[in-house]
């Protein structure tokens, strides 16, 4: 497949199809957090604080993915399928790696990591349970990240939308089966509390993800021969590195500012961001990121074809359409956060604090928009490094300025959110100079 003549209808056919599957990869966050509300508030917290070390295992599924990603769109673009197998099957054995470590983590440190983001009692002891569970059963949620990416560099985005659609309706399902005693009147459940919610999660991605996978096999001629170390894998990991550390620091910081500045403010400040970053943020960054991705696969076939010329106009189309959902989901948040968050919990200060939320983030939405341009262009020429150096110092500067905002200046959990704001709009416009410098238009990978 080489790179297409590139128009706004080509970018909207791979864009829409982009953003329904991201929401639907994430949506099972926004599932949890709904009926973990039925449980308790420290459930409810503890599956809030959880989602960065979720994060945090995340990165590590960049490893492979993000390499996979721009290497199968060079390959792709340049009419290279047998370097695109050989690509694919490198990633796999990467993510099979992944999944041994993961399973070492769910073993011996789940509850120590839980200990670590500043929980106590209930809480602690409710995400200990909740990572363990997760970690346990992790191959799918390793593979997941590296087949939905396999199919987007090579311009298939429909498929990853109709797999994670599946997935959400396996999950909406499961997990208040398996959470509660009596999810509802007609139907009883095996109530598992919080650790239910984690089966659920893995076990609907298990359905869409094998079947991705052997749809991909099909398609691309992969073999279980072709899932080993191969000459492909180095790159996959050079690549793939810079991605990994970004998004893990990216973790590691919320997860010192859980210790040091949100946690001290009490079980209803972690559910507030649980439910703003899970069930708010779950929906409109995956919008973000949807178009991303899409963008980032233009670009990569239309380098691997020789073309820059097309990735240029690739960022050029994309750059209306990031900006109008950035623009709707300020209005979201700004107007609409009382009644979203609200959707979410029956506690009455859980829901002030969520608002506070929403209202705060609402005036950084457009930067993210801009920033997840700036990232579809750069990963998409398989640019990891800058993404990653650009982001990494103004990650790390929300640690001492979320405290600083939140106690000594006195603004509690207003200032924490502040600090996000003004760090986001850091990071974008140095990723816009990035950008219109235009380096990444001559990387060779």
């Known amino acids: 497949m080489k790179a297409p003549e590139l128009s706004v209808g080509e970018l909207l056919r791979l864009a829409i199809p982009s953003m329904v599957f991201v929401v639907l990869t994430n949506a099972y966050r926004s599932v949890d957090q709904y009926w973990v509300g039925e449980v308790s508030t420290e459930a409810q917290a503890a599956v809030g604080s959880s989602v960065f070390v979720l994060i945090a295992l995340y990165s590590l599924f960049q490893l492979a993915s993000a390499g996979v990603s721009a290497l199968v769109a060079r390959a792709t673009g340049g009419d290279d399928p047998e370097r695109r197998r050989v690509v694919i099957g490198a990633g796999l054995f990467a993510a099979l790696l992944i999944t041994v470590l993961l399973f070492f983590v769910g073993t011996f440190l789940a509850e120590p990591?839980?200990?670590?983001?500043?929980?106590?009692g209930e809480s602690a002891r409710l995400c200990g349970l909740y990572l363990q569970a997760i970690c346990l059963t992790a191959l799918p949620l390793a593979l997941t990240p590296l087949v939905d990416q396999a199919w987007v560099s090579m311009g298939n985005t429909r498929l990853p939308m109709a797999l994670q659609g599946l997935s959400l309706a396996v999950n909406v399902v499961l997990t208040p089966v398996l959470m509660l005693d009596q999810p509802f009147e007609w139907l009883p459940g095996l109530g598992m509390g919080i650790v239910g919610a984690a089966y659920a999660s893995n076990a609907s991605r298990l359905l869409s993800t094998g079947l991705g996978l052997w749809l991909l096999a099909k398609h691309t001629g992969l073999r279980w021969s072709d899932v080993r170390p191969n000459v492909e894998l180095p790159k996959v990991l050079k690549i793939g590195f810079p991605a990994f550390l970004g998004v893990f620091l990216y973790a590691a910081v919320y997860w010192v500012m859980l210790r040091t500045s949100?946690?001290?403010?009490?079980?209803?400040?972690?559910?507030?961001?649980?439910?703003?970053f899970s069930a708010l943020e779950g929906v409109t960054w995956p919008c973000y990121y949807g178009i991303s991705i899409a963008l980032g696969s233009l670009v990569g076939r239309s380098l691997g074809a020789g073309r820059p010329d097309q990735?240029?106009?690739?960022?050029?189309?994309?750059?209306?359409?990031?900006?109008?959902?950035?623009?709707?989901?300020t209005l979201a948040f700004a107007f609409g956060g009382h009644f979203l968050t609200g959707l979410f919990t029956n506690d009455p200060?859980?829901?002030?604090?969520?608002?506070?939320?929403a209202s705060v983030l609402a005036v950084s939405q457009l930067a993210v928009a801009w920033e997840s341009l700036c990232e579809g262009a750069l990963l998409g020429a398989g640019d990891t490094k800058?993404?990653?150096?650009?982001?990494v110092p103004f990650n790390l500067i929300r640690i001492p300025l979320a405290y600083a905002f939140a106690f000594p200046m006195?603004?509690?959990?207003?200032g924490v959110w502040w600090a996000i704001n003004l760090s986001s709009g850091l990071k974008t416009s140095a990723k816009m100079v990035a950008l219109l410098r235009g380096k990444w238009l001559e990387l060779e990978i």
């Open 113 to 120: 990591i839980a200990q670590t983001l500043g929980m106590e």
């Open 262 to 276: 949100i946690s001290p403010l009490g079980p209803e400040v972690n559910a507030a961001l649980g439910i703003g």
């Open 311 to 329: 990735a240029k106009r690739a960022v050029k189309l994309a750059a209306p359409l990031l900006t109008i959902v950035g623009i709707a989901a």
């Open 349 to 357: 200060e859980v829901h002030r604090q969520a608002t506070l939320y």
């Open 386 to 391: 800058t993404v990653t150096w650009l982001s």
């Open 410 to 414: 006195g603004m509690g959990a207003a």
